[in-house]
């Protein structure tokens, strides 16, 4: 990557369910600018605030367009990043078969990388937080849904077609809360959603994943065994992984993260149980450390890796 310097630049677009976070950094990872917005009417009409965005945070920060090397999309699956689709993600209704790569390609003459969030997020915290240093590291998502991104070999691993990671889908119990439209799901067990479902299936009352987590931290028997049973699931997938794929290290967000105390004893109780030995041994298990900036670095992450994949000899 001769052409990056202390001069050069990336644009991170981040476009969730509900808002677009667009941000403009340095290539060692230093933010400068950044604007965010509602997700709001059709693909078209959000890509063309996105590029007006991308156009005043050049214009503000001052910079020549020849300074900003690539932009990096963070979105949602199902997608196609070499051909850098949009393929009807479930929380971007509308958003059918989308060449979102192309289309900013040619409003900003600037070169356009996609990937789906669980990827990115894996790319960010493999630069810049808990997975950095690591060969082979595996992050998991663990919020609304369940999936995972892979760094195998010290570069991103999408699959044949970009559905590497996608271990919500896995069945791990001939029945339970349902995820990723499979009862008994890994997703059903370990997510917002299935900590919810499973809460509810036993008090009757209907709560947010936050709700449950906090009142299994303040003693409530229900809650708390809501809590384990995910944990024990938690470690019976990440047993799965570590015997397959063999990672120095796998890293989780959001609930994990946010809650750890209340998952790390039953999730490791059952990896010591469930995994191989050496390989057990041989791999940490953390939280996610990039926090709130995490959907910014992981948009980041995409153009770096991008750029980075570009300019590596065949």
């Given at each position: 990557m001769e052409r990056m310097n202390?001069?050069?630049?990336?644009?991170?677009?981040?476009i969730g369910g509900t808002k677009t976070a667009v941000s403009l950094w340095t290539f060692d990872g230093s933010l400068k600018k950044k604007d965010k917005f509602a997700t709001e009417g059709s693909a078209e009409t959000v890509i063309a605030r996105i590029t007006t965005t991308i156009e005043r945070l050049i214009g503000d920060a001052e910079i020549g367009r020849n300074q900003v090397l690539?932009?990096?999309?963070?979105?949602?699956?199902?997608?196609?990043?070499?051909?850098?689709?949009?393929?009807?993600?479930p929380n971007l209704p509308g958003w059918d078969n989308i060449p979102v790569v192309r289309i900013l390609e040619e409003n900003t003459g600037i070169r356009c990388f996609l990937e789906n969030d669980a990827n990115a997020c894996a790319l960010a915290e493999w630069y810049w937080g808990a997975g950095y240093g690591y060969r082979?590291?595996?992050?998991?998502?663990?919020?609304?849904?369940?999936?995972?991104g892979l760094i195998l070999n010290n570069q991103l691993y999408r699959g044949t077609c970009d559905l590497a990671g996608e271990i919500g889908h896995i069945r791990l119990a001939d029945d339970g809360p349902s995820g990723y439209g499979k009862n008994g799901s890994w997703e059903g067990f370990c997510s917002g959603g299935g900590?919810?479902?499973?809460?509810?299936?036993?008090?009757?009352?209907?709560?947010?994943?936050?709700?449950?987590?906090?009142?299994?931290?303040?003693?409530?028997?229900v809650a708390k065994g809501v809590i384990d049973r995910s944990a024990t699931y938690l470690g019976r997938g990440i047993a799965l992984l570590i015997d397959i794929l063999n990672p120095e290290c796998i890293v989780i967000g959001?609930?994990?993260?946010?809650?750890?105390?209340?998952?790390?004893?039953?999730?490791?109780?059952?990896?010591?149980?469930?995994?191989?030995?050496?390989?057990?041994?041989?791999?940490?298990?953390?939280?996610a450390q990039l926090g709130e900036l995490l959907g910014d670095r992981a948009a980041l992450g995409v153009a770096i890796d991008g750029m980075k994949n570009v300019s590596a000899p065949k």
């Open positions: 202390t001069l050069s630049y990336a644009i991170g677009v981040d690539a932009i990096g999309i963070s979105c949602g699956g199902p997608l196609d990043s070499d051909q850098g689709l949009i393929l009807s993600p082979n590291m595996i992050f998991l998502t663990f919020g609304t849904g369940l999936g995972a900590i919810s479902r499973m809460y509810a299936s036993i008090s009757g009352r209907e709560e947010s994943g936050k709700y449950v987590c906090d009142a299994a931290a303040s003693g409530d028997p959001s609930i994990f993260a946010r809650n750890e105390n209340l998952f790390r004893t039953m999730m490791e109780s059952v990896i010591a149980r469930e995994a191989l030995n050496d390989a057990r041994k041989k791999c940490v298990i953390v939280p």
